[in-house]
């Protein structure tokens, strides 16, 4: 299968300092990535939608310059999270589909990266 | 957008019975249902998947159901092991505004020996 790669998978942190996470898919290009937030022992939030070569796409009640993204390439998401606080620390993994923009229903599995635990002090 | 709910939140069963998951959907324009089974500290993976346009799929102990017309489907585990024990969402993909996908608030299932 798809294979996508994020780093770091831990980063722990100062309060008020920022912290980048870096998504990639490895073997397939992806026009479109996928943030999720992972609360211990609760689901996957979908925080926004980056695509390349636009802005991302933030779901409702995501702070658009909290967490900043970035889709730099046809390979390469990030996910900044600025001026981090104690309430940020948690478990961020990204996602993309390897079928990019597919809309036949036979296609769109989700790969994920491994995720990146952030502990913020 | 798309609200996917799951039950129950936990489930302990024996070894050797089997288990089910039920999940919800709200928008009819979803049409793409995965399970993910993730273990902790590590990334979900995919177990099982069914399209809207089928309305069960099986895959040796796996199987899933989807009814449309009610917005929902379920998971079914047979003959259960120790090693499915884990967390497993659900998941609904909506078909417009980039294909996002929407996950149930998972399942913690623990297999008893």
Not at chain 1, 7 to 28: A, M, N, Q
Not at chain 1, 53 to 68: I, N
Not at chain 1, 108 to 116: C, N, P, R, Y
């Amino acid at each position: 299968g798809a294979v996508v790669s994020q780093h770091p998978s831990w980063v722990i942190c100062k309060s008020g300092t920022s912290v980048k996470i870096e998504c990639r898919s490895l073997d397939f290009q992806a026009t479109t990535m996928f943030w999720y937030r992972q609360f211990p022992k609760q689901s996957l939030m979908l925080m926004a939608t980056s695509n390349e070569g636009s802005k991302a796409t933030y779901e409702q009640g995501v702070e658009k310059d909290k967490f900043l993204i970035n889709h730099a390439s046809l390979t390469l998401s990030t996910l900044t999270v600025t001026s981090a606080h104690p309430e940020d620390s948690s478990f961020y993994i990204c996602s993309a589909p390897p079928y990019q923009g597919a809309t036949d229903a036979n296609t769109g599995e989700l790969f994920f990266g491994e995720g990146s635990r952030l502990t913020v002090l | 957008g798309e609200n996917v709910e799951q039950h129950p939140s936990t489930l302990s069963v024996q070894e050797g019975d089997s288990a089910v998951i039920k999940c919800t959907y709200s928008d009819s324009a979803s049409n793409y249902f995965p399970w993910y089974k993730q273990e902790l500290g590590k990334r979900p993976q995919l177990i099982i998947d069914i399209r809207s346009n089928v309305g069960e799929k099986k895959d040796q102990r796996i199987a899933v159901t989807l009814n449309k017309t009610a917005k929902h489907f379920s998971l079914h585990i047979t003959e259960t092991q120790p090693e499915d024990s884990a967390v497993y969402f659900c998941a609904a993909r909506v078909l417009y505004n980039f294909n996002k996908f929407y996950f149930g608030s998972g399942t913690k299932l623990n297999v008893k020996p």
